[in-house]
């Protein structure tokens, strides 16, 4: 896995160097549902490299310290990157070709987050109930 | 420390003018990167003749806030609250009384946990760090107040605020999303709404608070205080 994940980051630093983000999705990489809102929490190099160091630094910080209002939120990541299916309710997050899984079973990652957390964003009535 | 605290809010409320009556600066959001306090303790104050046997305004309003959805089995279901009902069998009396987590001050089920995942937050908040539950329940053995659950199933359509799944223990957590963001427990929320108004939510820190002034002057118990765990939920008239 770890060879898979530096073929990855070499390939995107090739990608990088080359000037075009796109270049992503356009050689049987992965391609990722475009998020909803933006910008990303970080720059899309540093969030490809470091979103899970980012994110079980801040569950620790949240669950733990009680911190609240971090930016590497899980939450916040599942607002953004859940995509909107054609009947206008949002996919799950962690469905196959969606954000979080395209490129995860691309990398031969295997994350158990969404056993337990929400996959698709906060219903409008429950985010703003008083 | 406390005393220090005390003197400084007496004096912040000498300073405001006579007849400005200062509403009880409580549950404030807690500002954004700002960790929770030892400064606050969060608690509960239930009084049991306000609350009726068959009301269950404050379980119903845990499971939907909480998400907490029954697979069929009441038994293994998991509970946040529940209504216990007690009879002294010499006079007659019966009281019936909503039990949840007790947050107590020093909670068996954090002594017991093998991984650390039994916690108490700075707030006095007793918590499942379920990131680290490896779902023994020595916590569940633990308990006096048979206050947490297990997760026994995968679960589907969790609360964004409120994730839980199988393989780990889980209890009321005080609704920790909401007093972070400056609001009131679910339960006692429906309990004033639809209830009887018998659930009273405060910091018992705070001396100028409705909760921490009430606890002062009128008598108030703890269920099986004689454990000596210091539990933040009190009760009057049981």
């Not at chain 1, 607002?79 to 490129?103: E, L, M, Y």
Request: with cysteine.
């Amino acid at each position: 896995m770890r060879a898979a994940v530096l073929a990855i980051l070499l390939a995107l630093a090739a990608g990088l160097a080359l000037g075009s983000g796109a270049a992503w999705a356009e050689d049987g990489r992965p391609a990722l549902p475009k998020a909803k809102a933006g910008p990303c929490i970080a720059p899309p190099q540093v969030m490809r490299r470091s979103h899970y160091v980012m994110l079980l630094h801040q569950r620790d910080q949240t669950l733990r310290l009680g911190i609240r209002g971090g930016k590497a939120s899980l939450k916040e990541c599942v607002a953004c990157h859940a995509a909107d299916g054609p009947d206008g309710k949002p996919i799950p997050v962690n469905a196959p070709g969606q954000f979080c899984s395209s490129c995860h079973e691309y990398a031969a990652v295997s994350i158990d987050c969404f056993s337990c957390h929400a996959t698709t964003p906060a219903a409008p009535q429950t985010a703003s109930s008083p | 420390m406390n005393n220090r605290r005390a003197i400084l809010k007496a004096a912040a409320v000498m300073a405001l003018a006579p007849g400005v009556t200062l509403i009880a600066a409580r549950a404030a959001a807690r500002a954004p990167g700002e960790p929770a306090s030892a400064a606050n303790r969060w608690g509960l104050l239930i009084d049991t003749t306000k609350c009726g046997a068959d009301c269950t305004a404050c379980v119903s309003a845990c499971k939907t806030e909480m998400g907490l959805t029954s697979h069929g089995r009441p038994l293994s279901d998991p509970q946040y609250i529940r209504k216990v009902d007690v009879a002294d069998p010499e006079t007659g009396m019966r009281h019936s009384l909503p039990v949840m987590c007790q947050h107590c001050a020093k909670p068996a089920c954090v002594d017991v946990c093998p991984t650390g995942a039994s916690m108490k937050r700075a707030d006095g908040i007793v918590l499942v760090d379920r990131h680290r539950c490896i779902g023994c329940r020595y916590c569940m053995m633990a308990c006096p107040y048979k206050a947490r659950s297990f997760t026994h199933q995968d679960e589907t359509g969790q609360k964004p605020y409120l994730p839980r799944g199988k393989g780990t223990v889980e209890a009321c957590t005080l609704c920790a999303h909401r007093i972070d963001a400056g609001r009131q427990p679910a339960c006692v929320e429906a309990c004033a709404a639809h209830g009887g108004g018998a659930m009273l939510f405060g910091d018992l820190n705070d001396p100028s608070s409705p909760i921490a002034r009430r606890v002062a002057t009128q008598a108030t118990s703890r269920i099986r205080a004689d454990l000596g765990l210091e539990p933040a939920v009190r009760y009057q008239g049981i």
